[in-house]
């Protein structure tokens, strides 16, 4: 994006789920780049550490770091509470963080079934409400972004793509829901980028990834990898572009992915 702030952002508050690192960090460290008041949400103090310094670096207003696990209901909604009476303009929420055990349901637990519900489906939900319900109070313009995945489209999808399925279901239900409300709801579907969702793999899941780099002819420490695992910063500017569009237009869904897939 241009090296030029943004006036739509200014004086705005953005709150960023799983800013610690990967795709939340470079949507935080963008929206926070172009003048907005970001709060960013995530377990990791050390990422978000890094995330306001890297804001700050970036020429952005102080951002506001909050430490909360999101597998527990309340903490999320109350903080979308307070940035909504506390701030002038609660512009936008970003429901971005999620974790990811792809293994088939029959090499699955019930642990890591409930985790990937827990964050991937229910703190979307309880952002995205209260996020409506703090906008709604004010009465101004805003924004539900929610961050989906293309294994939400896969014809064997497993828990994790059932999970990212719900978060299309969201977006669909609460677009309906607010047509009378100048509050516009999103869901960016994101093929493969670069974040830390691969620390829950396990050793199956690795050896597949591996394989099927392998049936493209791709070397995993090869320049040619970025084809295949994208720049979080590709998606950070795809949230900025939806963020910049009026609020008589309802940019509904957008799918962005690297060029190569590993699986159609």
Same mark, same amino acid.
């Given at each position: ?11 705005? +508050? !953005?709150?960023?789920?799983? /800013?610690?690192?990967?795709? *939340?960090?470079? %949507?935080? @460290? ?100 209260? +996020? !409506?319900?703090?906008?709604? /109070?004010?009465?101004?313009? *805003?924004?539900? %972004?929610? @961050? ?117």
């Amino acid at each position: 994006m241009s090296d030029l702030k943004s006036e739509i952002f200014k004086g705005k +508050a !953005v709150v960023v789920t799983g /800013a610690s690192s990967g795709i *939340g960090q470079s %949507i935080a @460290i963008e929206l926070g780049r172009c003048g907005a008041d970001v709060w960013l949400v995530g377990q990791s103090e050390t990422g978000l550490a890094e995330t306001v310094s890297a804001i700050a670096d970036a020429g952005g207003p102080p951002a506001t770091p909050v430490s909360i696990d999101l597998s527990q209901r309340g903490p999320l909604a109350a903080l979308i509470a307070q940035v909504g009476s506390d701030h002038p303009h609660l512009f936008a929420v970003i429901n971005n963080a999620g974790v990811m055990y792809p293994e088939p349901i029959m090499e699955g637990t019930f642990e890591r079934w409930q985790a990937m519900l827990d964050i991937n489906v229910m703190a979307q939900l309880e952002g995205s409400q209260a +996020a !409506v319900k703090a906008m709604r /109070a004010r009465g101004k313009t *805003g924004h539900v %972004i929610n @961050i989906g995945s293309v294994q939400g489209r896969f014809e064997e999808p497993g828990v994790y793509g059932i999970s990212k399925k719900a978060a299309e279901m969201i977006g669909e239900t609460l677009r309906k829901e607010l047509e009378h409300d100048d509050i516009r709801v999103a869901t960016v579907i994101l093929g493969g980028f670069a974040t830390k969702l691969s620390r829950g793999f396990n050793e199956q899941s690795l050896r597949n990834i591996a394989g099927n780099l392998e049936k493209l002819g791709i070397d995993r420490t090869s320049p040619e990898i970025s084809r295949i695992v994208g720049d979080p910063q590709h998606v950070a500017n795809v949230v900025h572009y939806i963020l910049e569009q009026p609020i008589d237009i309802n940019l509904h869904e957008v799918f962005i992915r690297p060029p190569i897939s590993t699986k159609a």
